[in-house]
């Protein structure tokens, strides 16, 4: 038996009848009568989620639901539709289930993986908790890409499931760029899930994503993006990274000197990041995602 190793995870994908899975820190051979996640989730539905908006296309869009106001900015590189999906949930009046996902490549291959994606994402939107969902998600992702006999298909993601009524906002990553939270009343910037780790989707399946929650205020607001945004380069070749993110997040908003619509925040920052970049053209596929939590009338 062979400790984990990516040479070792391709040949079993290549095995007949072998579904690659981690257990003990080991990669084994499970059959390919996997218990499908489908089944599993039907029972364990405790949301009732309806998708609002969704889009893997060029989109300027905001939306209000349970609890929170969004803004997104999202824009594919070069073509109409692109590898980052973006989807807004709203489970009945108390929840919000927000979604950003960045599959790798471009063009028509890019946008046939999110497209995927957000199939798989209809079919599992209902599960209690993010852990679960990026897990099941994972799962379902990895054995249609094995099932296809094509090469492995990677993608990164973010999920959040927002409770409005005590203002718990529980997320889980997939190799996603951290998300950024505005604390209104100390008025700083921090970046929210350190420590939390995980594969990005499609690359083995078995594994197990875990989760952080942090309490956001009215007034708060939370970023979410794609690293077509960091990964962004000055012509002096100088990444602007998660830091330069956080920096001009925290210019823009100095600017405003007050209170700011989430539209102005959003478009503010890309204005910002083609500066830094010297051009309003990218070579990656980009989402920007602005959430705050709003004031519910008494």
């Given at each position: 038996m062979e400790a984990v190793t990516i040479p070792r995870i391709l040949r079993l994908f290549r095995k007949p009848g072998c579904l690659p899975v981690i257990l003990d820190g080991r990669a084994k051979c499970r059959a390919t009568e996997y218990t499908e996640i489908r089944m599993k989730s039907e029972s364990e539905q405790q949301l009732h989620c309806n998708e609002l908006w969704a889009g893997n296309e060029l989109a300027r869009r905001s939306v209000r639901f349970a609890g929170l106001e969004?803004?997104?900015?999202?824009?594919?590189?070069?073509?109409?539709?692109?590898?980052?999906?973006?989807?807004?949930?709203?489970?009945?009046?108390?929840?919000?289930?927000?979604?950003?996902?960045?599959?790798?490549?471009?063009?028509?291959?890019?946008?046939?993986?999110?497209?995927h994606v957000h199939g798989l994402l209809h079919e599992l939107r209902d599960l209690e908790n993010s852990s679960r969902l990026l897990t099941a998600l994972n799962d379902e992702f990895t054995l249609a890409g094995q099932r296809s006999g094509g090469p492995v298909r990677l993608t990164t993601l973010v999920t959040a499931i927002f409770d409005r009524e005590t203002g718990e906002f529980n997320f889980a990553y997939a190799a996603h760029p951290r998300m950024l939270l505005w604390r209104k009343k100390e008025r700083r910037w921090f970046p929210i899930g350190e420590g939390l780790t995980g594969l990005p989707i499609g690359f083995i399946a078995g594994e197990i994503y875990t989760e952080q929650s942090v309490r956001v205020e009215e007034g708060d607001i939370i970023l979410v993006f794609s690293d077509g945004i960091t990964d962004v380069f000055s012509p002096e070749d100088q990444q602007l990274g998660p830091d330069g993110i956080l920096q001009f997040a925290e210019e823009t908003l100095a600017e405003t000197g007050g209170p700011v619509a989430l539209e102005d925040l959003t478009k503010g920052l890309v204005e910002k990041i083609q500066a830094f970049h010297g051009s309003d053209q990218f070579e990656d596929d980009f989402t920007l995602l602005a959430l705050r939590r709003f004031e519910d009338a008494p």
């Open positions: 969004a803004n997104v900015i999202a824009r594919p590189s070069g073509d109409q539709e692109g590898g980052d999906l973006c989807a807004l949930f709203s489970c009945g009046e108390g929840h919000a289930r927000v979604v950003v996902a960045d599959c790798v490549g471009h063009g028509y291959e890019a946008s046939r993986l999110a497209g």
